[in-house]
Each structure stands twice: as structure tokens, then as C-alpha cells.
């Protein structure tokens, strides 16, 4: 049988830290969910990956910066792209309701298609 999982199901009632759960790990490819819930980046902090990242908010509404760059905010149905080496915070996720997100990490050699 495949595995599978429910993006939506199994979300703690209580979020004291961001829930990290990786989905899929292959060479040059890891693809995670994360869920908020009014968590934010540090205060000065910056993620700053060695890999390219894309993520798709699937619930919920948060704001991204990138260095330099005014604020993004995010909805359900957002997709970005991250290019490795772009210095990126999250500003804020909605307290109210868990923010879902799905995180696609690949290396180089893939490119997407926007």
C-alpha cells in the first residue's frame, strides 16, 4: 500500500513551536509540511538556505519578506519560489487558525516553470 497522509489531519490543538513533518526525502529533494499558528521568524533572524525552495500556503495567511524587498502576503493558493542564498523571514502567520504550508527543498538542476 502507498503511503499517505491527509495535509489537513493530525494538527495539534496546541502549537507552542512550528510543526515540521517531512513527506518525501530523495537525492536532491525533500518536500515538508509545516503548519503555524502565529509563529514568526526570530527577531534579526534570516533563513538563509543552501537549497531552492518553493512553497504553496494551502490554508490559513502569513507574510513573507526578502531582504530588501517589501513584504509578501499570502493566502491560500500562494506559491513562491525561493532561489537559493535569498536571505527570507516570516513576519507573521494568522493566530487564529493553522497556516498550512507545503515546502518543496531541491537542489540544482531544477528549474520550475512559473
Known amino acids: 500500500m502507498a503511503d499517505w497522509i ?17 513527506l518525501l526525502n530523495a537525492p536532491g529533494l ?14 534579526g533572524f534570516w533563513y538563509d538556505q ?4 518553493s512553497v504553496l500556503l494551502l490554508s490559513g495567511a502569513a507574510r513573507l519578506t526578502f531582504e530588501g524587498e517589501p513584504p509578501i502576503d499570502l493566502v491560500p ?3 513562491v519560489n ?11 502567520t494568522d493566530p487564529t487558525q493553522p497556516t ?5 527543498h ?6 520550475p516553470k512559473l
Open 6 to 22: 491527509n495535509l489537513f489531519s493530525e494538527i495539534p490543538a496546541d502549537l507552542s513551536e512550528e510543526l515540521f513533518q517531512t
Open 82 to 92: 525561493i532561489p537559493a542564498r535569498q536571505r527570507h523571514r516570516v513576519d507573521w
Open 100 to 104: 498550512v504550508w507545503l515546502a518543496i
Open 50 to 53: 543552501e537549497t531552492h525552495e
Open 77 to 79: 493558493g500562494a506559491f
Open 106 to 111: 531541491y537542489g540544482a538542476g531544477v528549474a
Open 30 to 43: 525533500r518536500i515538508e509540511r509545516i503548519v503555524s499558528r502565529g509563529h514568526v521568524s526570530p527577531e
